[in-house]
């Protein structure tokens, strides 16, 4: 599913002029242009900014390209690292965007200035080359764009010649290319052929939770939504992942649900458009799989992912219905169109009987977080002050920024119910966010947990680093993640 690539590294301070593709050429951020002989298409830069009057510093927000020597294209971006990642990713991105248009299979990354920028802007352009260089689904009879096939670095060395920055951009890339394929070439059965297909490539064992299955041993909540389905193919699919000399064992739980009609509390057509999209919590915990077991991070994980579709129907479960979860908890249905919480809430209890060190859910699961937050950043909940800091700086780090809400004990009052044991929602969205996470918090044992509500899953023009409207966001914060807590486990 993911393009092969040639990426070379060269030890070499700059590439040859003679012989060079389209080149990016990321320099430090100052007052004056660099007198630099080795850094391509100097003297071309310094016209271009004399001529549109332009200071070297603005080249962070406004990256300029040109034609150099044989008719080769240089973009020049100038990146300030006292500002936040995410900020310099975007300016990578913009720069990257300008030789990209170009239509090129290959490209050329130069970086300049003293050894340690060189060796961070290395990292950082490396990563945005990869994570645009792909095709993503595209069903039209004119696809002009062209996959980058070969990436050349010169001014540094990565370690392993760029093995993170390529695991972190195929799990990205794996997320966006399923996240982005039409509903009806992903649906709950298709969805999980290329699951097993992915299992198969990299080593991954799995368990499949069938309707059948799901029905035996009481999983009330996530059969309820996805009994709206003629199709009898909604699961909840287990994927394991099992490193040498492992110290902790992580659980990532995606939503996946295939199509989001609402069900009975149908959406208008303005809310239902994108809906295929709405599985987007599965494919980030796939990527995030993909990613961390393709670096071969030494952490247990098990991946769980709650596929279904919420589809209107006979045997469609409605409002005032209740229904029995997994764990024992009875639920007061409130609105048909909250099917996220109940597909997680079976599959977290599932997720939490082994007992793993974190859990983390993913899912596009609340219209008040995109409320709160617009589409730049993702809302995260915690049940530990120290996870909750760490995740938030996590987010610094990896230029995939969230924010914490509360998870106060106190807004339960507004789940109270009158016959069951919680209500699934209320029917004001007052704090929908806040009382969707409290509504999972039941579902599963006290274990460490962190909720990631995806409002940044799509954001139009792209994100950071990334070009494509689906944004792929919550990979690189969970290896991120993930790294951080090897190398300083967890007290």
Known sequence: ???????????????????????????????????????????????????????????????????????????????????????????????????????????????????????????????????????????????????????????????????????????????????????????????????????????????????????????????????????????????????KNAKQTWALVGKGICFDTGGHNLKPAKYMYGMHEDMNGSAVALGALLAASSLKLPVNIDCWLAIAQNHIGPNAYKQNDVVTALNGTTIEIVHTDAEGRMVLADTLTLASRAKPDLIIDYATLTGSMHIALGSRRSGIFANRTEWQSRALAAGERSGERVTAFPLDADYDVALDSKIADIKQCTDDGNADHILAARFLSKFFDDRPWIHMDLSASSHNGGLGAVASDVTGFGVAWTVELLEDAIKSPPG
């Open 1 to 243: 599913m993911l393009a092969k690539f040639s990426q070379r590294t060269v030890s070499a301070t700059a590439p040859d002029k003679k012989r060079v593709p389209h080149i990016l050429c990321v320099l430090p951020n100052g007052k004056t242009l660099p007198a630099d002989d080795e850094f391509p298409g100097l003297a071309v830069l310094a016209n271009m900014l004399k001529r549109r009057a332009m200071k070297f510093s603005e080249l962070g927000a406004t990256p300029l390209s040109g034609e150099i020597e044989n008719g080769a294209v240089a973009a020049w971006v100038a990146i300030d690292t006292t500002k936040p990642v995410f900020e310099q990713q975007t300016a990578l991105r913009k720069a990257l965007a300008l030789l990209l248009q170009e239509n090129l299979d290959r490209v050329a990354i130069s970086v300049h200035g003293p050894a340690g920028f060189r060796s961070h802007a290395a990292r950082l352009a490396t990563f945005a080359a990869h994570v645009n260089s792909a095709t993503l689904p595209v069903r039209k009879k004119e696809n002009k764009h062209k996959p980058l096939r070969e990436i050349t670095l010169f001014g540094a060395t990565l370690p392993n010649n760029g093995a993170k920055e390529r695991a972190i951009a195929d799990g990205n890339t794996l997320a966006r290319r399923l996240t982005m394929l039409p509903p009806n070439e992903l649906s709950p059965a298709q969805y999980r052929k290329q699951i097993a297909a992915l299992a198969k490539e990299h080593g991954w064992s799995q368990d499949v939770y069938d309707l059948k299955k799901l029905r035996k041993i009481g999983a009330g909540a996530f059969v309820a939504v996805a009994q709206g389905s003629t199709a009898d193919d909604a699961a909840i699919v287990h994927l394991r992942y099992r490193a």
